[in-house]
């Protein structure tokens, strides 16, 4: 199925942030978020942002707000550092540039991951707002990156017209 594209007719940005300290050192290509960009590209956002960081929760902190704050991105999607390992900070890096929280969204992907396997509830992954910027958690693996966009991709359009004060009502 084709995912919904924007009625307003606007392209909106996408942020694309990868969490992996083998990547960041060079020791593994980032097929995560090389997928993000592919999908998001195909279903009409134009990629504003790319970058490979390490699991480091200051820097991931210091990229989503300088996405945020400079409106760089309409939407920014991180993969990875959402499971249960020691280095995995991304669910509380992102909580804490936080000014709102969508819920739903992380409920939605868990939902949905766990007709597939139980160890989708084992994700940490968090969906925030800052400013009028929209971020969501996604996992590492490619894999369960497509699985979960795949879930959340068609109401993407909306909660970002609907954010960037371009959309209308979601009442029926």
């Known amino acids: 199925m084709a995912p919904n594209k924007p009625t307003s007719g606007k392209r909106y940005r996408v942020g694309i942030i990868t969490l992996s300290d083998k990547g960041a050192r060079g020791e593994r290509e980032d097929a995560s978020g090389a997928l993000i ?8 956002y134009d990629i504003e942002s790319y970058c490979l960081l390490p699991d480091e929760k200051e820097l991931l902190k210091g990229e989503l707000r300088r996405l945020a704050d400079n409106a760089l991105a309409d939407l920014v999607l991180t993969t990875g550092g959402t499971g249960f390992s020691p280095r995995d900070w991304t669910p509380e890096a992102t909580l804490e540039v936080a000014e709102r929280f969508v819920p739903g969204i992380p409920e939605a992907m868990r939902a949905g991951g766990m007709a597939i396997t139980k160890r989708a509830m084992l994700s940490r992954a968090v969906s925030v707002i800052r400013g009028k910027t929209l971020i969501i958690n996604l996992p590492g693996s490619p894999k369960a990156v497509r699985e979960n966009l795949e879930f ?19 009442a029926r």
């Open 37 to 44: 960009k592919e999908m998001m590209s195909g279903a009409g």
């Open 152 to 170: 959340i991709i068609d109401v993407l359009p909306h909660a970002l017209e609907i954010l960037s004060g371009e959309g209308g009502e979601c």
